[in-house]
């Protein structure tokens, strides 16, 4: 069965960085995206970054200059560096999988705050 460990959240001051990560166990197969999601309370749950198996990217405009997504396809695992974080960056963030037959997978999120 497969299943993604984040970790890497917690509570950071405005201006503040955290790291994310992201790994994928279970024999996931072929894994060719690896996304990062967030949703705040009330709200629905948003694409923030996402990177294919070749390393292209694709973000948010909210979160561009700020956040960088990056993986290593060795080791299964998936980050995003978080910069110049801003109160409403808090939320529960997901890691989210896509495999070569399209199954996808979820993690079960890790909470990022950001303080004023």
């Known amino acids: 069965q497969v299943q993604l460990v984040e970790s890497g959240g917690g509570l950071v001051q405005a201006g503040g960085s955290l790291r994310l990560s992201c790994a994928a166990s279970?024999?996931?197969?072929?894994?060719?995206?690896m996304d990062w999601y967030r949703q705040a309370p009330g709200n629905q749950r948003d694409l923030v970054a996402a990177?294919?198996?070749?390393?292209?990217?694709n973000y948010a405009d909210s979160v561009k200059g700020r956040f960088t997504i990056s993986r290593d396809n060795a080791k299964n695992t998936v980050y995003l560096q978080m910069n110049s974080l801003k109160p409403e960056d808090t939320a529960v963030y997901y890691c989210?999988?896509?495999?070569?037959?399209?199954?996808?997978?979820w993690g079960q999120g890790t909470q990022v705050t950001v303080s004023s």
């Open positions: 279970g024999s996931p197969y072929n894994i060719q995206t």
């Open positions: 989210s999988i896509e495999n070569a037959i399209l199954r996808r997978y």
């Open positions: 990177i294919t198996r070749s390393g292209s990217t």
